[in-house]
């Protein structure tokens, strides 16, 4: 039972290089979501798909792009990394709809910006 | 827009003392709210999701409740355990249509034996 499975665990760049963060869930949900943790801001929404096909910006997206390739995975670039953005991001998903809300979460990726 | 903020960010108990942890929201239209745990290092753990239509729910020693009409959320954990050493978050709706979570900061719970 993988759940939601994060690649890669650890990465670092330099200032300037691109990159994409994988996401892949096997529970069948239909809205993926991904966040960023950093200490004293708390965890922040980047973007989120709500179904197969649709994405939006969430509280913190600029410098971020995503894909939602097929139901099951959820991609995050960062097409040119600034130090900024070190932090530690988390996917994770839900299925849609009221009262099926509950998010189960990857174990993150811990992201230095050099 | 939704704001979730959580008292207090930190707090230290002795093995089995009972203790609460709050969480208030700035949108009354709130209609679900849910609590995680983070272990150190790892990813979240939802652990009590409330709808509207609910006061309160149960899962073993801990107790959520959600009071829209005072923007209040409560995480109530009995008989605590070192175990229990975590950081708890609450969340709640980012947008009306509840297509994604927003988080507060957390409280940091150390539970001593």
């Known amino acids: 039972n993988a759940g939601v499975t994060q690649t890669p665990k650890f990465q670092v760049l330099k200032t300037g290089q691109s990159m994409t963060l994988q996401c892949a869930q096997d529970?069948?949900?239909?809205?993926m979501y991904w966040y960023r943790q950093d200490p004293g801001m708390g965890l922040r929404l980047i973007y989120y798909s709500a179904s197969e096909g649709t994405t939006d910006k969430g509280e913190v997206p600029n410098g971020y792009n995503v894909s939602r390739l097929n139901k099951r995975e959820f991609s995050l670039r960062l097409e040119s990394a600034a130090p900024s953005q070190t932090s530690v991001y988390f996917c994770?998903?839900?299925?849609?709809?009221?009262?099926?809300?509950?998010?189960?979460f990857g174990s993150g990726t811990q992201l230095s910006v050099l | 827009k939704q704001e979730v903020t959580q008292i207090p960010a930190a707090l230290s108990v002795p093995e089995g003392e009972n203790l609460v942890l709050n969480c208030s929201f700035t949108?009354?239209?709130?209609?679900?709210l849910q609590w995680f745990r983070q272990d150190p290092g790892k990813g979240l753990t939802s652990l009590l999701l409330i709808q509207s239509s609910q006061r309160e729910q149960t899962s073993g020693r801990l107790n959520a409740s959600l009071d829209k009409s005072s923007g209040r959320s409560t995480l109530y954990i009995a008989a605590s355990q070192p175990g229990d050493s975590a950081t708890y978050l609450c969340?709640?709706?980012?947008?009306?249509?509840?297509?994604?979570?927003?988080f507060g900061k957390g409280t940091t719970l150390s539970v001593s034996s």
């Open positions: 949108d009354s239209a709130i209609y679900n």
């Open positions: 994770a998903s839900s299925e849609a709809g009221r009262g099926h809300e509950k998010l189960f």
């Open positions: 529970m069948n949900h239909n809205s």
């Open positions: 969340a709640g709706p980012f947008n009306q249509a509840g297509t994604a979570l927003i």
